[in-house]
T-cell receptor, first 109, second 113 residues
């Protein structure tokens, strides 16, 4: 079993839609959970991170962690064509880092 | 402020050849990392460093060596390249104690024939 599982999509939505991206993880010791955005042929860039359980909001983006079910989510409100990218979830413990395979998102104008 | 830069951007090697990938950061970060990204596998940590002169193994270290002689540079070496090492390689850096906030370089696309 992989440490982090992520549905690869692809996901295609109309502009203005609410997008939900999800991952599951296996190790209850994970405390930090990150979301990265990766445009085609570019390096990942950190969108936001959360520590332990709960929600964190940053503009149109909300990250949510449910430690009881080992489930992490990223919600994008009022999605824009510029949000079209691959979204990677990630976590770590100690100095070992684990990334999901990424979900490809296309927002259609 | 260039952030994290990687050299070269592209490279094609023949099986058995060697090469070194260079990563440089100008953010004075203590921690540096090397990842590889393959379709369906996601990003996997190869090696990392928590400071000048230190290195440690990640999830997939076999076939790679690293060195951190200067704080701003992190080198990834392939002594005898194999087709299985065809991948996109990303370097990243972060502040000490902030491994959750990694800054990535643009990547190096390596093909081993």
């Amino acid at each position: 079993q992989k440490e982090v599982e992520q549905d690869p999509g692809p996901l295609s939505v109309p502009e203005g839609a609410i997008v939900s991206l999800n991952c599951t993880y296996s190790n209850s010791a994970f405390q930090y959970f990150m979301w990265y955005r990766q445009y085609s042929r570019k390096g990942p860039e950190l969108l936001m991170y959360t520590y332990s359980s709960g929600n964190k909001e940053d503009g149109r983006f909300t990250a949510q962690v449910d430690k009881s079910s080992k489930y992490i989510s990223l919600f994008i409100r009022d999605s824009q064509p510029s949000d079209s990218a691959t979204y990677l979830c990630a976590t770590y413990t100690g100095n070992q880092f684990y990334f999901g395979t990424g979900t490809s998102l296309t927002v259609i104008p | 402020n260039a952030g994290v830069t990687q050299t070269p951007k592209f490279r094609v090697l023949k099986t058995g050849q060697s090469m070194t990938l260079l990563c440089a950061q100008d953010m004075n970060h203590e921690y540096m990392y090397w990842y590889r990204q393959d379709p369906g596998m996601g990003l996997r940590l190869i090696h990392y460093s928590v400071g000048e002169g230190t290195t440690a193994k990640g999830e997939v270290p076999d076939g790679y060596n690293v060195s951190r002689l200067k704080k701003q540079n992190f080198l990834l070496g392939l002594e005898s390249a194999a087709p299985s090492q065809t991948s996109v390689y990303f370097c990243a850096s972060s502040r000490q104690g902030a491994a959750n906030e990694q800054f990535f370089g643009p990547g190096t696309r390596l093909t081993v024939l």
